[in-house]
């Protein structure tokens, strides 16, 4: 039987799946990497230990009899996590490790561009927020802080065209992932002049942008053999794992927007048009040429909700955090919506959308004698959810969604999701399969091979989850909540940076 | 209690055991100065803490110190007090001979315990890699420390036998203790993350799934179970990946030889190098290093 195979390299580890043409999962592996912090700013990944899990989990999939007995790969797709970047020398060989997206050491550079005229014209052109996420920002500070690396530098690359120049021997990068980069315009689907300017690059530092369907990638003869390949696999270049998240629910209108909360989160949107507005606080992620992903990212999702669950001595010291998942929330679930008056600010690791404040700080208010621990755990799940709503509703203001389809290990956890319906007062449909970009990179092969006409029809190969409705006496003790969490938020601004500064002993 | 001293040099009491360097007890009534610099550790030595609040700088870290609990300095190490002085206070300290000494900062104890070879290797390997090796609340230590004294002093029949067993117990139970310290703060990720760096920096070592375990503080078949649940790979594998990604970046960033790069990474010789290298890339190495100049 026919398949197809994708490849997610993501933050915390490959994850390969099988699919056969109707969508249906064959096998799934995975393996893990760790995140290396040399300093607390910094997030690194090793690109050969990458390149080399990438590789081994493709080939225990491939090379067991159990599999290739029975199935005839056609082609493989690959989707990565966004923002990584990785210099290389002139022979295509790695100068120290990939800086991935979760990296802060750019934070300066970043705030410096932004408030600048040029780094208004520049999201206007490029979709992505001035952030120290983007390597835009990275970029800038390895040419002006590190500037014997950046000599050797021949071109800037990210983990997933890493792997994909071991794999053929050439360097191109899909839409997506370059408009993440912020150097690529969507307009002209070129590098962007204004950034090159800033960063004090040229485009020969860039990879071939080309479309997520692009297959004229060859894999190298000794790769076909050991990975027992047949000779014409299309090697299919695919896209990033938030747009193929957002792809994966199957729809692709502004009816509906996309919520993901796995340890971060965002809100997504798909629209044919870019959403950039004055603040610069949405990104804009290119699917295709027809269609922008456009939304906020959350840095605060289920790392805050295990955080307080650990700080508060729910999880057993002798069993890991998922065991006692649902333990903690059945206990939650008997504490009253809007936790008996506890509001929890969730900004423990600074704050991206909608506020775009690193220095923002997490705190529990409301606090009277009466709180128990499971208090303060409902608030830490509520808290998220109001951050997630904060989101929604700034992009609601240009896209007009009144339903919403989660992904996730913890928005489709059915009391996450209830609560997330109930605090946006709207239908939510709970996606059940887990591996969502690994979906959306098959639907994006099925879609470059012919088998589907266009995305919107490979939509049909999308299995619909459960559709959870709120209840709407909930949804307006929750509305009285989120106003006193937005204000907190809004006038909490000076003090953030004052205790933020005395953390970090400025 | 008051001080003693039993020192290899002078004192008959500790001729039987030709692996203990000293023994003491300290009581330090009032603060002495210029007595205890910050200085490198010379032998393997166990303090257990009576009486009064310590701050020593170990490896360059300030450390608190208070009743029951146990500091293991291991040569290479620093130690001392910021201002040289020393507490007011009650401790025993007991240095003990190590061998096999590397510069991997491994050991053995010599022929005197009754250790199997394999259960020496991972109690050493948690006892090298934990720095600095703080035990708090370490209550069995009192019994040990007074019992060892005791059978020191007095030498009663059976004695000999007893020391060394007392002292063995004591290495035991710190090892078990590591070990436990690990499980304790048992958080999955954090503990990939360690075992990922312990691997790394130790990758010419021949690890096997038990040292593994023994450094996370889990058992040979919990380990397994929860590290293929978390990161998907058995811990060979992992271990595997590893050696071949540091043998890749060596093969393109040096000139090293094969054989040096092979026993560098782990491997047991340049022939397992290549044949593993081969079965995973699809390159022997000899070639993936010409293709990538």
Redesign the interface.
């Known amino acids: 039987m026919e398949c197809v195979i994708t490849i997610e390299i993501g933050t ?2 490959a994850k390969v799946v099988a699919f056969d043409y109707h969508g249906n999962e064959i096998v799934y ?4 990497y ?2 290396f912090h040399p300093q607390p700013d910094f997030s690194e990944q ?1 690109p ?2 990458v ?3 990438v ?3 493709l ?1 225990s999939i491939l090379n067991d009899p159990a599999f290739n007995k029975k199935y005839v790969v056609t082609s493989i797709c690959l989707s990565s996590a966004m923002h990584s970047v990785l210099p290389v020398d002139n ?4 100068l120290g490790n990939a800086i991935i997206w979760a990296d802060n050491r750019a934070d300066e550079i970043a705030n410096e561009l932004k408030n600048s005229s040029v780094g208004k014209q520049i999201y206007q052109n490029t979709g992505t927020p001035i952030h120290a996420m983007s390597p835009l920002a990275k970029i800038t500070w390895i040419k002006r802080q590190d500037p014997k690396r950046f000599e050797k530098t021949s071109r800037f690359i990210s983990l997933k065209e890493y792997f994909i120049f071991q794999l053929t021997g050439e360097y191109m990068i899909d839409y997506s992932l370059a408009s993440a980069t912020g150097f690529f315009n969507f307009n002209t689907l070129a590098w962007e002049e204004e950034s090159l300017k800033f960063a004090g690059v040229d485009k020969s530092y860039f990879s071939t942008p080309v479309p997520i369907f692009d297959s004229s990638l060859k894999i190298k003869d ?2 076909i ?3 027992r390949l047949l000779p014409n696999t299309r090697l299919i270049i695919g896209s990033t794992d938030g747009c193929l998240a957002t792809l994966s629910s199957g729809v692709l209108n502004d009816r509906q927007a996309t919520i993901s909360i796995t340890s971060s989160g965002a809100v997504r949107t798909v629209g044919k048009e870019c959403l950039t507005d004055e603040k610069g606080q949405f990104f804009n992620y290119l699917l295709d040429k027809n269609f922008f992903i456009s939304g906020g990212p959350t840095n605060n999702g289920g790392v805050a909700f295990e955080w307080a669950t ?1 700080l508060l001595g729910y999880v057993d ?5 998922e065991s006692s998942f649902n333990k903690i929330l059945n206990e939650v679930s008997k504490v009253k919506p809007g936790s008996e008056g506890v509001l929890f600010l969730p900004y423990l690791l600074g704050e991206r959308s909608p506020i775009w404040n690193s220095d923002a700080r997490g705190m529990f208010f409301g606090l009277n004698i009466t709180h128990e621990p499971k208090h303060l755990i409902r608030a830490t799940i509520e808290g998220i959810i109001f951050e997630i709503l904060s989101i929604g509703n700034a992009i609601r203001k240009y896209r007009s969604f009144d339903y919403l389809h989660v992904t996730g290990s913890y928005a489709t956890h059915p009391f996450w999701a209830q609560l997330i319906s109930d605090i946006f007062g709207m239908t939510v449909s709970v996606s059940n399969y887990r591996q969502s970009s690994n979906l959306g990179a098959a639907m994006v092969a099925l879609t470059s091979m012919g088998v589907y006409d266009n995305l919107e029809s490979a939509g049909d190969l999308v299995i619909k989850g459960i559709d959870l409705h709120p209840s709407m006496d909930n949804n307006k003790v929750y509305d009285k909540y989120h106003r006193i969490f937005e204000s907190l938020t809004q006038k909490l601004g000076d003090e953030f940076h004052e205790i933020s500064k005395l953390q970090n002993n400025d | 209690m008051s001080s003693f001293t039993l020192n290899k040099e002078k004192s008959a009491e500790l001729q039987a055991f030709p692996y203990i360097i000293e023994f003491e007890r300290v009581k330090n009534s009032s603060m002495k100065h210029r007595c205890f610099e910050v200085e490198k550790v010379k032998y393997f030595s166990i303090y257990f803490f009576l009486e009064g609040k310590f701050e020593w700088m170990v490896n360059d870290a300030m450390q608190h110190f208070f009743p029951n609990d146990v500091l293991i300095a291991k040569p290479n190490e620093t130690l001392g007090n910021r201002e040289g002085m020393l507490e007011v206070g009650l401790f025993y300290k007991l240095s003990l001979e190590i061998e096999n000494f590397d510069e991997d900062d491994d050991f053995t104890f010599g022929k005197w315990t009754k250790l199997a070879e394999s259960d020496m290797k991972i109690i050493c390997k948690l006892l090298a890699l934990k720095k600095p090796l703080i035990l708090q609340d370490f209550r069995k230590g009192i019994e040990l420390f007074q019992s060892l004294e005791y059978e020191l002093m007095n030498e009663e029949i059976g004695y000999i036998v007893r020391v060394n067993s007392i002292i063995e117990e004591m290495i035991i139970k710190s090892a078990r203790a590591v070990s436990k310290q690990e499980s304790h703060r048992f958080d999955f990720q954090k503990m990939f993350q360690k075992l990922d760096l312990m691997l790394r920096e130790n990758l010419s070592h021949h690890w096997t799934v038990g040292e593994m375990a023994g450094v996370v503080g889990l058992g040979n078949t919990a380990f397994t179970e929860k590290l293929k649940y978390y990161s998907g790979f058995s811990p060979l594998n992992y271990l595997i990946n590893l050696r071949i990604s540091e043998s890749i970046r060596l093969l393109k960033t040096t000139n090293i030889s094969m054989t040096e790069i092979a026993l560098e990474t782990g491997f047991y010789s340049s022939q397992h190098f290549s044949t593993t290298f081969k079965k995973l890339t699809g390159y022997s190495p000899k070639i993936y290093r010409k293709n990538s100049l």
């Open positions: 915390s580890a592996k995975k393996g893990s760790p995140t090793d050969e230990q390149f080399i899990t590789l081994f989990v080939k022979k295509g060989v790695p000794t790769f053999k050991s990975l650990r010291v002798t069993n890991e955090f």
